[in-house]
């Protein structure tokens, strides 16, 4: 039943599951960030870089920006959907928030990959 | 007869004459606090940048944030984040069909309610 909902047939359905799935992502993500802040209790830049510099932390701080972009992606796109009538002015605001939200993502990388190690 | 009735219905499309049900306030807040999260998006990535890029541009977002300005900024964001998440959650509850009949409907939209203020109550706490 789940799995023909997921097929060509209904592809809507992917984009509701593709919500949900980056919501779970989001809450998993900063569940984890908010323990390590309260465990480490970093006082300053050098604690603060420690807890985001390991390569695992990371790659899931990416996951997270990934995640983020596909919800924010959705949810903007449903409230177009709901507010702007007229279809042209509709699509070159669609076509504005994907490149921002790409650049949003590319940005995000270099931020994490561009740590500094002392 | 009963067409004519029905015809002569009274519309009331005043916003601030319609009140709207808990469930209902809980949902719209939650389509607003996402926009205004999406807006909030590149000041946040900006300040992560910041925060990153070396000691002195980590103290200065520090000493940025010590205004008093910025602290209510970052307060009224939190109430965004805050409300979208938990409301976020009982959305995902009641794709799972957990608490989907309308009396446990409006418990969980009080609890939500509940959770913002407390949270953003302990954020504005903390950073303060």
Not at chain 2, 33 to 48: H, I, M, N, R, Y
Request: aromatic content about 14%; some cysteine; hydrophobic content about 60%.
């Amino acid at each position: 039943m789940l799995i023909e909902l997921l097929t060509k047939k209904y592809p809507g359905m992917r984009l509701w599951l593709a919500q949900r799935l980056s919501a779970v992502a989001m809450a998993a993500y900063l569940l984890g960030l908010a323990l390590m802040l309260l465990m480490q209790q970093p006082a300053g830049y050098e604690d603060w870089l420690e807890l985001m510099s390991p390569w695992w932390w990371r790659l899931f701080t990416l996951l997270f920006f990934v995640s983020l972009v596909m919800h924010a992606w959705l949810g903007v796109r449903d409230v177009f959907k709901d507010y702007i009538f007229n279809l042209k002015l509709r699509a070159v605001m669609q076509i504005v928030v994907d490149v921002l939200l790409i650049v949003y993502l590319i940005w995000s990388g270099v931020i994490l990959w561009s740590i500094q190690f002392s | 007869m009963q067409k004519q009735q029905t015809r002569k219905r009274p519309k009331n499309l005043n916003l601030f004459t319609i009140r709207l049900p808990v469930n209902a306030i809980i949902s719209i807040m939650h389509r607003m606090s996402g926009v205004v999260l999406f807006l909030a998006l590149p000041a946040l990535l900006w300040a992560l940048s910041q925060s990153l890029q070396s000691e002195a541009s980590y103290l200065a977002l520090t000493g940025l944030f010590q205004h008093w300005l910025l602290k209510l900024f970052l307060i009224a964001l939190s109430c965004a984040f805050f409300h979208h998440f938990f409301a976020g959650l009982r959305h995902l509850a009641m794709d799972v069909h957990w608490m989907t009949t309308l009396q446990k409907a409006r418990l969980s939209s009080r609890l939500v309610l509940c959770l913002d203020v407390l949270s953003i109550a302990a954020f504005a706490f903390v950073i303060w």
